[in-house]
């Protein structure tokens, strides 16, 4: 069974922090599960399943007051066992709750046992995701672990079906400053000896603001940052053949890391638009130069397959939706005179499988890592825009020193499918835009893929192969123009 925790801070309110006033709301789940075992199966499972620092509710933050939003997670799980090979299942009833299932032919992860009694499985351990019941045939891992966040994870969340409320969900002051900070990492380990090994770290969202309307008086100001950790290790060591090697499985996913995110269409006008006055800021950050997102896999065994999996969807500072009719009434980011804008979305992804008697698999996959994707931004005269980003992607898979007489593959693939600083259907920029020693509108990214496949076998292994592929398809400084993305 596995540890779970959730944490809101404020749910279906109305807060209203008053002029020349401080409030603060803070949100923060933990979860650690530790298995230990010699000779059974080590299942490690720790979920968080909400974390969440304001969830559906209103703010009304006073003139010059101040409203800070603090949500932090922490998930662990953590596996070990020596004497323990998998267990092929030979009835529905042959798991525990919370043994995870693997396709025994692609070696994929299906779940984790839900009832011991039907067999019944979800593709999270606290029941979440797509569902199915052992088989026989399936694969029970001998150790294996798990750390994820399933639930909504972030500062300030409008979860309505629509996204986004009819009415603005954050109302700001002349003066007053709604900062809103995000730190959540997960880390999954798994150990073992004799058997196989698996880990797999998961964070559904880690946002700043999500599909949240925000108004703001002059002076006004909205920083968001966000940071998200995944974190997966797997290690094992396996018999002396190929018939009792062990593989290391581990897979690393974070599926949206978003400063402020106003994506979703709404069904009203006000909907997730953010409307600033005059020499207003919002900053919002998905990572920085300095400290950035990380998605990391890492698989070893002596004599199995090392298989890592690194995934990251979005990383983004500021994201609103792209739907090429660039409307006047939705999801516009709004700024008067003299206002400034800053959107920075860094991330680190790392995929390294290796083994020495066995295939190597190492594949990194990256969606998006931008500064600001936007339809429509507006900024008044003097106004500055700033967007920056930067992805680096590192895989290596490796077959280190095979002594045995089998034609072993190590395989690295990298791909980053887009990176932009600055991507916009519309922008208007008021005069005076390029001020003396500073910057009008800036946009840059940069993208950095590293991908390394070796093999080392005997000499009877004529056959051994390796292969390293990295792509990128988009990378851009500015993009403006029609489109959705």
């Known amino acids: 069974m596995a540890a779970t925790d959730s944490a809101t801070g404020v749910n279906n309110s109305v807060v209203t922090v008053g002029q020349n006033l401080t409030d603060t709301v803070t949100a ?11 000779d059974g199966i080590a299942t490690g499972n720790a979920v968080s399943t909400q974390d969440v620092g304001v969830l559906d509710s209103t703010l009304n933050v006073g003139g010059n007051g101040t409203l800070t939003v603090n949500e932090t997670g922490v998930v662990t799980g ?48 606290d029941g979440t995701g797509a569902t199915g019941t052992l088989a026989v045939g399936n694969l029970l891992f ?27 969900d954050v109302v700001i002051g002349a003066a007053a400053t709604v900062g809103v900070t995000v730190d959540n990492t997960a880390t999954a380990t798994s150990v073992n000896t004799d058997g196989g090994a698996a880990a797999t770290s998961f964070i559904k969202e880690s946002y700043g603001l999500y599909n949240v309307g925000v108004q703001a008086g002059s002076s006004g100001s909205l ?21 009792t090697g062990a593989d290391a499985t581990s897979a690393a996913t974070i599926t949206d890391a978003v400063g402020i995110d106003v994506s979703t269409v709404g ?56 739907d090429d009719i660039q409307t006047a009434d939705s999801n516009l980011i709004s700024v008067g005179n003299d206002g ?11 995929a390294a499988a290796t083994t020495t008697n066995g295939d190597s698999t190492a594949t990194a996959t990256t969606a998006d890592a931008s500064g600001i994707e936007a339809g429509t931004i507006t900024v008044g005269d003097g106004g500055t825009i700033q967007a920056q980003a930067g992805i680096g992607s590192t895989v290596t898979a490796a077959v280190t020193g095979s002594t045995l007489a089998s034609d072993f593959t190590a395989t690295a ?73």
Do not use: H, M
Request: glycine share 14%.
């Open 28 to 38: 923060s789940s933990t979860a650690t599960a530790t298995a230990v075992t010699v």
């Open 78 to 125: 953590s596996a070990t066992t020596v004497n323990r090979t998998n267990v092929v299942a030979a009835a529905v009833t042959d798991g525990a709750v919370g043994d995870r299932v693997v396709d025994a032919g692609t070696g994929a992860t299906l779940g984790y046992i839900t009832n011991a009694i039907t067999g019944a499985y979800a593709a999270n351990p």
């Open 142 to 168: 001998a150790s294996s672990a798990f750390a994820g966040f399933t639930g909504n994870t972030g500062g300030i969340i409008d979860s309505s079906a629509t996204g986004g409320s009819a009415t603005n």
């Open 223 to 243: 920083i968001a940052n966000v940071d998200a950790n995944a974190v997966a290790a797997a290690t094992t060591v396996g018999g002396t053949t190929v018939l």
């Open 267 to 322: 069904a009203a006008g006000a909907l997730s638009n953010i409307t600033f006055g005059d020499g207003a800021t919002i900053s919002a950050t998905a990572g920085t130069s300095a400290d950035k997102l990380q998605v990391s896999s890492t698989s070893t065994s002596t004599t199995g397959n090392a298989t890592a999996v690194s995934t990251l969807g979005d990383a983004v500072g500021i994201n609103a939706l792209q």
């Open 340 to 350: 400034a804008i800053t959107g920075l979305g860094f991330a680190a992804v790392t």
């Open 413 to 485: 693939t990298n791909t980053v499918t887009d990176t932009a600083g600055l991507d916009l259907e519309k922008l208007t920029v008021g005069g005076n835009a390029l001020q003396a020693g500073g910057y009008g509108v800036l946009g840059r990214t940069d993208a950095d893929l590293t991908t390394t496949a070796s093999t080392i076998g005997a000499g009877t292994n004529a056959l051994d192969k390796a292969s390293a592929t990295g792509t990128l398809t988009n990378a851009v400084g500015i993009d403006i123009g029609d489109g959705a993305d």
